[in-house]
């Protein structure tokens, strides 16, 4: 069974800060790992993925993440926090042999001026 | 990238009602979910939204309570029936465009409260 941990109900960064919201994931076969963006009162955005390759990926807003396989982890970093970064970030995985995406508990991402 | 919009954005209910929620995408999606959040939570998976035949629905959703048609490919509707006040959620209606390597792409979500 796929699954996703977010180990932090929040994290806390003041601006202009490196930025850490840590993932790792079980899934069978390859990971698809992606992290998705929540506004207040909005849908999901879509921030980026592994899918193959590079284990550093880029994203929107300046946002990345790594692929660790042997640590099954996932962590969305950014170099430098801005204010607007404070949303809800969610990480999710999706099976190489399926079409199911399952949702992390989601981490609330507070960045303070 | 994939365009999905969703009616109504928020509703009211009383317990005991339906309601139906529809969600339009554009032909760049190929595969429909419905995903329900409930206050505070994260996103679980209803079921998967299958063209002309009838949605997989996951653990601990049915039919019954949340029947869900998809009569072409760029049109879905979620009923949430019978509704008491734990049904108070966003549902929100989700696609991916070709391949099961892409992203979701979500729609704004609709916000019930069932009183």
């Known amino acids: 069974a796929q699954s996703v941990a977010q180990p932090e109900d929040q994290v806390n960064v003041a601006e202009g800060n490196p930025l850490t919201v840590k993932c790792t994931y079980s899934?069978?076969?390859?990971?698809?790992l992606f992290w998705y963006v929540q506004y207040p009162n909005r849908g999901l955005q879509f921030l980026l993925k592994?899918?193959?390759?590079?284990?550093l990926v880029k994203g929107s807003y300046g946002f990345e993440a790594e692929f660790n396989k042997s640590q099954t982890s996932f962590h969305l970093k950014k170099p430098s926090a801005l204010v607007s970064d404070s949303a809800l970030y969610f990480c999710?995985?999706?099976?190489?042999?399926?079409?199911?995406?399952?949702f992390g508990a989601g981490t609330r991402l507070f960045v303070k001026a | 990238s994939a365009v999905i919009s969703q009616k109504p954005s928020r509703d009211i209910c009383q317990r005991g009602t339906s309601l139906t929620i529809q969600c339009q995408v554009d032909?760049?999606?190929?595969?429909m979910f419905w995903y329900r959040q409930q206050p505070g939570q994260s996103l679980t998976l209803i079921a998967t939204?299958?063209?002309?035949?009838?949605?997989?629905?996951e653990s601990g959703f049915v039919i019954d309570k949340f029947p869900i048609s998809r009569p072409n490919l760029t049109f879905s509707t979620l009923t949430v029936s019978n509704m008491s006040p734990e049904d108070s959620s966003i549902y929100l209606c989700?696609?991916?465009?070709?391949?099961?390597?892409?992203?979701?792409?979500f729609g704004e979500g609709s916000r019930l409260t069932v009183l």
């Open positions: 999710a995985v999706r099976g190489s042999g399926g079409f199911k995406t399952i």
């Open positions: 899934v069978s076969g390859n990971p698809y």
């Open positions: 592994y899918i193959t390759g590079d284990n």
């Open positions: 032909s760049q999606v190929t595969m």
């Open positions: 939204a299958n063209q002309g035949s009838e949605a997989t629905y």
């Open positions: 989700s696609g991916t465009e070709r391949g099961n390597t892409g992203e979701l792409f």
